[in-house]
């Protein structure tokens, strides 16, 4: 096992406890905070578009490869946090939801296309835009009854552990002749689905 895979392990597995268990990562009563991380944390699972848009930008930072195997999802989750903030305050985006299906089909393009040779400051700029996209969707969704605070620590504990599962696809089948062919297929799946979603969207 290479260094990089023991490290992408290493990070999954405390991402998953994280996620798993929330009483040990806070020493606070459960009731109204308990409920906005349980919030956070299945909001990004349960949407099929939150979910693949995230799970597709970890896969894209692992076959950038490099130092942007880390920057492409830290990016995404700065600009989550930068989207939720106005999307908790009850503002409204036009095209919001629009602007999530286009992630699902620019990222899942960029799964069936992508090499090492792809400049990293498109890249960041596209990660950034539809990051904020989903931080608002997340911060307009917040429960009413939820705390903001454990309801943001909850949807980033998540969209942390499916970068994680991400990179560690992405990492697995970039290495593989035969798995590289199939992840350029999934990335065509996705940015298909994301024409379905774009569709819903506009109806």
Not at 27 to 53: E, I, N, R, T, W
Not at 88 to 104: L, T
Request: net charge positive; aromatic share 10%; charged share 10%.
């Amino acid at each position: 096992m290479s260094h990089i895979s023991r490290w992408l392990l290493i990070g999954f597995g405390v991402a998953l406890l994280a996620a798993a268990t929330p009483s040990i990562a806070y020493a606070h009563p459960m009731g109204q905070a308990a409920d906005g991380f349980k919030s956070g944390l299945l909001h990004p699972v349960f949407g099929l578009d939150h979910f693949l848009a995230m799970l597709s930008v970890g896969i894209v930072s692992a076959q950038l490869g490099r130092e942007r195997i880390w920057t492409v999802p830290g990016m995404f989750v700065l600009a989550m946090i930068a989207g939720a903030v106005p999307g908790i305050k009850g503002e409204i985006w036009r095209f919001s939801e629009a602007g999530i299906a286009s992630s699902m089909i620019a990222l899942g393009a960029a799964i069936a296309t992508v090499t090492e040779k792809v400049r990293s400051w498109p890249v960041l700029l596209m990660v950034a835009g539809f990051g904020s996209l989903h931080g608002h969707a997340h911060g307009i969704e917040l429960p009413k009854a939820a705390d903001p605070i454990y309801y943001a620590f909850g949807f980033l504990t998540s969209t942390v552990v499916i970068h994680l599962l991400g990179v560690a696809i992405g990492h697995l089948f970039t290495n593989r002749w035969p798995l590289i062919v199939l992840l350029r297929h999934v990335g065509s799946g996705i940015a298909g689905m994301g024409l379905m979603f774009l569709k819903l969207a506009a109806s």
